[in-house]
């Protein structure tokens, strides 16, 4: 399809395993964000690429997590030794703009639910 | 910093009530305003958005005007329907630089037949 695809849609690791989450952007997308989400919340930013540059990580929570996109289109999200506290869902986003302006629409997939035993 | 603070739900409504759920934001400057929306089993998507002050922004029936003085941004739908029930989430980003989206906590919509 050409929307923002995430995988896995589901992933349940136990406590201290590594887990990594894909993205692929909609074709052509500048920008990509991940956000999280805990049950009944608002998603929460976590990083943001404007194309393959890592342009603002203020939004990650420790040092176990980590976002790259090397060739400025799929990214992925890795989390080290989860915590009962890294389950949400994480969700990625993409637009078109970068830096000289968009309309601020971002496109989301539909999620990766976390669950850590 | 930058933040949206929107009415907790759930909300629960009858099938052609009137809707509004309310929306303020604190920002620097003179951010963009969203409503996205989120449907059962369906990602976040864009619902409606203003870029200005008194800019209305609507789409499938649903509107939200941008009040600088109050600073607010307060969805309303005069008939809602039961394909209506969803998360709705009010969001800001600012003008300038990348567009980072700033969430509220989601408002839960429940319409019954």
């Known amino acids: 399809g050409a929307g923002v695809s995430q995988s896995p849609r589901y992933k349940v690791a136990k406590r201290g395993q590594d887990v990594a989450l894909r993205c692929d952007p909609i074709s052509g997308h500048v920008s990509l964000f991940w956000y999280q989400q805990a049950l009944g919340q608002g998603p929460e930013f976590l990083t943001y690429f404007q194309n393959e540059a890592q342009l603002d990580k203020s939004g990650l929570p420790s040092d176990r997590f980590f976002a790259e996109r090397p060739e400025g289109s799929v990214s992925t999200l890795k989390i080290q030794r989860t915590q009962q506290e890294d389950s949400a869902v994480y969700l990625c986003?993409?637009?078109?703009?970068?830096?000289?302006?968009?309309?601020?629409?971002?496109?989301f997939g539909e999620g990766s639910r976390l669950t850590v035993l | 910093g930058d933040s949206v603070t929107q009415m907790e739900g759930p909300v629960t409504l009858s099938e052609e009530a009137f809707l509004t759920i309310n929306c303020t934001y604190t920002a620097t400057g003179y951010p963009s305003l969203f409503w996205y929306v989120q449907y059962p089993g369906e990602g976040l998507q864009l619902l409606l958005k203003?870029?200005?002050?008194?800019d209305k922004g609507s789409n499938k029936g649903f509107e939200a005007t941008y009040r600088k003085e109050t600073t607010s941004f307060h969805l309303e739908k005069g008939s809602v329907q039961v394909s209506d029930s969803a998360v709705y989430f009010c969001a800001l980003t600012r003008s300038g630089g990348y567009q980072k989206v700033t969430f509220g906590t989601g408002t839960k919509l429940q319409v019954i037949p």
């Open positions: 986003a993409s637009s078109w703009g970068g830096l000289a302006g968009s309309t601020g629409e971002l496109f």
């Open positions: 203003a870029t200005k002050a008194d």
